[in-house]
């Protein structure tokens, strides 16, 4: 291995646990030095260090959860189980890879190019997790990426019946529990929310069994937050006519993600921008204007950390359809001592929440008052004279032929007694326009 690659690693190694997300705790974590250790699960010992296709990574040598926990000096004490899960996978990987095959022949078609994308669901187990600890990890672990898209069913978005009931036999068994997603997208954990500790690992590459020895032992610690929203499968939307091959309408509009749950007004199970950390924040609003934002921030916990502090914008109820909020910017602060405090600045620009009018064919900022917010607290009214026309463009595209889902009532703007008017005038129309083309194929 030449020296370049060993400075990556060390780099990754630094860097990665920013990225990790900690959606649960009740603070048996970190450990304070490596112990016995029960640990189960489909990542354990298969972690998945990247996605399918463009989203694969080549390394020289990958570490595994289980190989990263030992190096660390933890002592794997269900060595028996881990055997078990092999054996499960490796018959399960004959049995999918036969189907394939058989689908091949059936099909006429070679089992290479049948087999395109197709990723197995992890499989059912029955023998027990037995083991002993001082504390205890379940590791669960999904493929996916290019080509390989994800599926409502069990072992994929769905955990199993057998990762339900040893996950939550767990969490009733051990003091110090922990339930680690090696996972490049969400899965339904709504059968497991009783669990006090889940740490979203996600999937860090080559050091992934690294990284998660690091931040168990608080050698480092999570400050990620979620760039998507999880929730049970059935709250999702279900508008649009998604997988159809010739033709796909994308009915949710500008409802799409978080602004559909803030749109009907249900509750995920962890939203778009949570993420919590080892240690606690208190967050103060100190100044606002038009251009920016300053937040207090103090560690207010035990252990060190980082924040990200997420502006949002309310944007008036016009014409066009507006989510009752969108993110509109975030910055992160420093590595904080406990008790440290810094003032963070978040510069935004209002024409970052434009929408697009497509009767003008034009992006636009509405008349009226623009609320942005830091995290839920309103922290400045801008109010608009008149609606600012951003960009002129010319419609290239034709109509779609459907309308937009709208919900029933229209979100509420949140109110904020700092104001401060600005003008259309601000936001010169760009000229000269460009425009919006697509080349359709009629063979397709």
Not at 379 to 394: E, I, M, N
Request: net charge neutral; proline share 6%.
């Amino acid at each position: 291995m030449q020296d370049y690659e060993r400075k990556h690693e060390e780099l990754v190694r630094r860097l990665a646990p920013e990225c990790a997300v900690l959606l649960k705790k009740d603070g048996s974590f970190p450990l304070k030095g490596p112990c016995r250790l029960a640990l189960y699960g489909s990542g354990a010992r298969h972690t998945v260090r990247g996605g399918t296709g463009s989203g694969e990574v080549n390394a020289r040598r990958t570490v595994s959860i289980e190989e990263g926990l030992e190096q660390a000096g933890f002592e794997i004490s269900t060595k028996a189980w881990l055997d078990a899960w092999d054996e499960t996978l490796r018959a399960a990987d004959e049995a999918f890879l036969k189907q394939i095959r058989a689908r091949a022949r059936q099909n006429h078609r070679l089992a290479i190019m049948e087999g395109m994308g197709a990723v197995m669901p992890m499989p059912e187990y029955s023998f027990r997790a037995e083991g002993e600890g001082y504390a205890a990890l379940y590791v669960v672990s999904r493929i996916s990426g290019e080509g390989a898209d994800r599926r409502p069913v069990k072992g994929d978005i769905l955990l199993t019946d057998a990762e339900i009931r040893d996950i939550l036999r767990m969490n009733r068994r051990y003091a110090k529990f922990m339930l680690v997603l090696n996972v490049g997208g969400p899965v339904d954990l709504s059968p497991v929310t009783e669990v006090r500790n889940i740490l979203l690992l996600s999937q860090l590459g080559a050091q992934t069994g690294n990284v998660l020895a690091d931040l168990l032992l608080g050698r480092s610690y999570p400050s990620g937050k979620l760039s998507d929203t999880w929730s049970a499968w059935a709250d999702y939307s279900s508008l649009g006519d998604f997988g159809e091959l010739n033709e796909t309408r994308y009915r949710e509009g500008v409802y799409v993600g978080y602004r559909y749950f803030d749109a009907v007004g249900k509750e995920a199970l962890f939203p778009f921008g949570f993420g919590l950390g080892y240690t606690d924040f208190d967050r103060r609003i100190e100044a606002a204007d038009k251009n920016s934002v300053t937040v207090s921030v103090v560690n207010t916990g035990a252990y060190p950390g980082r924040e990200t502090v997420q502006l949002w914008l309310a944007a008036p109820q016009g014409k066009l359809d507006q989510p009752p909020r969108k993110l509109l910017a975030f910055a992160k602060t420093r590595e904080l001592a406990p008790g440290e405090r810094q003032s963070l600045r978040i510069p935004f620009d209002l024409r970052d929440g434009a929408s697009y009018d497509e009767e003008r064919a034009a992006w636009v900022l509405e008349a009226g008052d623009y609320t942005v917010l830091a995290g839920r607290s309103p922290a400045v009214t801008l109010t608009l004279d008149r609606t600012a026309v951003l960009a002129r463009l010319r419609s290239a595209l034709g109509k779609p032929g459907f309308a937009d889902w709208k919900p029933d009532r229209p979100a509420r703007v949140p109110v904020c007694g700092n104001r401060c008017p600005i003008s259309a005038g601000d936001f010169p129309t760009e000229e000269p326009c460009y425009e919006l083309r697509a080349q359709i194929d009629p063979a397709i």
